[in-house]
């Protein structure tokens, strides 16, 4: 079965499976997630616990395999911990965990546990991985996008007792607090319990909020298309900044912008050609949250607007190569943040007046 992790801490309070799969790419998330059934683990009795880590193909899993049905004299219930931080157990780790999967009922005094990072598709349907959620429960835990994180906050904070003033203030110290934590999970939990630290419970104004939270950001070149497809032109220059700053490649950066404006002008040249929108997208491998984005920015393109900022991200391209270009910045970094800007305002207000003021 599969759980959200909303959904753990009820589920737990029912009662415990004999096998639990933790997989996602958000540390803090699974660390709670882990400590959450841990805790109700040892609620239940199971006082001994081991851990596993599968370093490599050559790991050795009779050892995980022994572990399962043996007990020492001090403990009658167990729980055993499979840490696999490649996602690949190998050839005969799948054999294992398949084994591992259909024996969890029938070994009631384990408790098992498979923490594993975020998986693609084609494995999350691989026959290991479907043992483990077929005989347990599995607990998938995404990042937290840039849209939720305001709320995150306000509900972390609520847990120690404090909430932010209600009405535009509380929004916009929600929405600073988020700026300066943003891709970094972690810190944010370490600066939310800082707050806690720093005053009572209660109401936190503006002013004790930006006293107290550092920044301590962190940014994702492949986010950096979601704000500018966004048209939130002050998350696109904050990023910039921020990747400028953690000393990220200007290609990898150009390229990310670049192969946005690329597809953006193949799906508008398919969709001239007779096909249908979804049929466009799906051809040009956009899904998910980028296919809700070109949704809401295609109809606002027209063909002029795509050809101009094709040759710029032509232009930018030289740029960060070391070429002049006449009318351009000099510098990279500043000519990524022109292009960027040039569609962010294209996706937010629409091609012709973007087209006029870029």
């Known amino acids: 079965m599969q759980l959200a992790s909303a959904q753990l801490s009820a589920h737990l309070q029912k009662g415990l499976k004999p096998l639990y799969t933790i997989h996602g790419d958000e540390p803090l998330l699974a660390q709670e997630a882990a400590d959450a059934i841990r805790a109700a683990a040892r609620a239940q009795g199971h006082t001994e616990r081991s851990s596993y880590t599968v370093a490599g193909a050559h790991f050795d899993w009779s050892a995980v395999l022994a572990a399962g049905g043996s007990l020492s004299l001090f403990a009658d219930k167990q729980m055993v911990e499979i840490r696999i931080p490649s996602g690949k157990p190998g050839k005969d780790g799948s054999v294992a965990l398949q084994q591992i999967a259909e024996g969890a009922a029938s070994n009631e005094g384990t408790l098992t546990l498979v923490m594993l990072p975020r998986l693609d598709k084609a494995t999350r349907t691989g026959a290991w991985f479907s043992a483990l959620e077929n005989h347990g429960a599995s607990i998938q835990v995404d990042p937290i996008e840039r849209a939720a994180l305001p709320q995150w906050i306000a509900q972390r904070l609520a847990l120690q007792g404090q909430r932010v003033k209600p009405g535009d203030e509380g929004q916009r110290t929600l929405q600073f607090f988020a700026d300066r934590v943003e891709g970094n999970l972690l810190a944010a939990h370490q600066e939310i319990q800082k707050l806690a630290l720093l005053h009572p419970e209660g109401e936190l104004g503006w002013e004790e909020v930006e006293g107290a939270v550092n920044n301590v950001a962190r940014y994702d070149v492949f986010k950096l298309s979601e704000a500018v497809l966004g048209g939130n032109p002050q998350r696109v220059a904050r990023m910039l900044d921020g990747l400028q700053a953690e000393g990220e490649a200007e290609v990898l950066v150009h390229y990310t ?23 466009a997208l799906r051809e040009n491998r956009i899904w998910g949250p980028r296919e809700r984005a070109f949704e809401r920015v295609l109809p606002r393109l027209d063909d002029r607007m795509l050809a101009r900022l094709l040759r710029a991200a032509h232009l930018v391209d030289g740029i960060v190569k070391g070429l002049k270009q006449p009318d351009w910045p000099a510098g990279g970094w500043q000519a990524l943040q022109r292009l960027a800007l040039m569609l962010c305002r294209a996706c ?4 012709a007046a973007a087209s006029r003021r870029a």
């Open 257 to 279: 912008l670049a192969e946005d404006i690329r597809a953006l002008k193949r799906v508008k040249d398919a969709m001239a050609a007779g096909r249908p929108l979804p049929m």
């Open 348 to 351: 937010g207000n629409g091609g």
